[in-house]
């Protein structure tokens, strides 16, 4: 009989470390097993999301959507995808949490607790629509590095807060003012504390916005944890990066912000187009800023069946970053000819519309393919096929396709 395969000393040792306690039958464990409390928890029960999401990432947690999971006009937290870049905080105290505001431009450094962020500003509440600056990263060739999203972290959640604006109006900001730049109580993947997993921000215009809020509310409820429980930057219709969890620093800078992944081709794309696989100057390359116009179609899944002489009845969200979307078409023919949907106005600036369509023109049994295409306030409208190649594969914002079968 062959023997069993025992743990190593060592490798015991790393599991006692990580279990801050003796396994008392450690001796006897299987050389590659691992102790059900060091397993990854259920992600869905963990963050009361809905069974049908995929997880791309446990280290980080990165969860996305499936197109016909984001129907709902407001998003429900439990198919809202999860971007993160660290480590969740532990231990979040409500009662010691605050908010400074520091930075070469601010008048005098300031601290605010949440208590005081709340009862001192005027609260407002928008539908604001939060978009990964990789969403669709999966369809790049050549491939890009990071998580390989497909269509589903894309969020349009009504959030509730403060105006930064307002603080900063009571912090008070210097002229030479150009950037904020957030900080945040995730830990680095390293577990280093001098380490920040991201600290990105927006140009001063972005940050006076009427809409960009300091939120501690989502859907009229605290934020949940994963998404940045107990406040958080909401800086709508940009990479939803700008839009930092966990706040709890805010720092006007006299220049571009430089804190982590603000450089090199993190959330950047070349000036200008390049070749796909080509390599790219520093210089050459450009922050993204509003996120570009693109839609879902969320209602009927990909696949559905339908009887001959049936009409379908198609429905979904467009969205155009800063613009509003102001067209709205599908095509049942690859692209070839197109027809308008219903398009109705967003409850508020930088919330993702609706658009509705009841197609009775296919002719025969077949399949067939319904494409859909927003064009934004500017003319500028969806690519059919990917859009241009980048480093790290961003704003792939080509036409959403659903497969219909008519039997
Ligand atoms: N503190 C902090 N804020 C963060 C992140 C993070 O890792 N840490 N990820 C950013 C990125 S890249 C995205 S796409 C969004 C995701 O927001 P969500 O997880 O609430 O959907 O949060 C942004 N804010
Ligand atoms: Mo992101």
């Known amino acids: 009989m062959k023997r069993r395969n ?17 396994i008392v039958f450690g001796s006897t464990m299987p050389r590659d097993y691992n102790p059900l409390a060091l397993q990854d928890p259920d992600p ?113 959640a009504e959030w509730t807060g403060v105006r930064l604006r307002d603080l900063l109006d009571d912090v008070g900001i210097k002229n030479d003012a150009v950037y904020i730049g957030y900080h945040a109580a995730d830990t680095h993947l390293s577990r280093n504390p001098d380490k920040e997993p991201i600290s990105r921000g927006v140009p001063i215009a972005k940050a006076l916005q009427e809409e960009t809020l300091i939120a501690f509310k989502m859907n009229g409820k605290d934020i949940p944890l994963a998404h940045g429980f107990p406040l958080r930057l909401i800086a709508g219709g940009w990479p939803a990066s700008a839009s930092g969890k966990w706040l709890n620093r805010i720092s006007v800078r006299n220049k571009i912000h430089d804190g982590a992944k603000m450089t090199g081709t993190s959330y950047r794309v070349p000036c200008k187009p390049v070749a796909p696989g080509g390599k790219v100057a520093e210089e050459d390359m450009c922050i993204i800023e509003s996120m570009p116009v693109k839609s879902l179609i969320t209602y009927p899944k990909s696949g559905a069946i339908l009887k001959d002489g049936q009409s379908l009845n198609i429905r979904g969200h467009a969205w155009a970053g800063e613009l509003e979307v102001s067209k709205m078409e599908y095509s049942i023919d690859f692209g070839a000819s197109w027809k308008s949907c219903t398009l109705e106005k967003p409850v508020n600036r930088l919330a993702w519309q609706h658009f509705s369509a009841t197609i009775s023109n296919f002719p025969k049994k077949g399949y067939y393919e319904v494409w859909a295409r927003a064009t934004d306030s500017q003319g500028l409208a969806q690519p059919m096929i990917l859009p241009g190649w980048n480093p790290k594969g961003y704003l792939n914002n080509a036409c959403h396709r659903i497969a219909i079968k008519i039997t």
Not at 8 to 22: D, H, I, V, W, Y
Not at 86 to 110: A, H, Q, R, Y
């Open 6 to 22: 025992f743990i190593t000393k060592s490798a015991l040792g790393t599991l006692t470390t990580l279990l801050g306690t003796e």
């Open 44 to 156: 869905f029960k963990l963050f009361n999301k809905d069974s049908g999401m995929s997880v791309l990432n446990t280290k980080p947690w990165n969860i996305e959507a499936t197109a016909h999971l984001l129907d709902d006009r407001v998003t429900p937290n439990s198919v809202m995808f999860i971007r993160n870049n660290g480590l969740i905080p532990e231990n979040v105290d409500i009662n010691t949490w605050s908010l400074t505001f520091d930075g070469e431009s601010v008048e005098n450094n300031k601290v605010y607790t949440l208590a005081e962020l709340k009862s001192k500003f005027k609260q407002y509440t928008y539908q604001l629509t939060l978009e990964c600056g990789g969403n669709g990263r999966s369809e790049f060739n050549p491939p890009a590095k990071g998580n390989q999203w497909t269509i589903g972290a894309v969020a349009s």
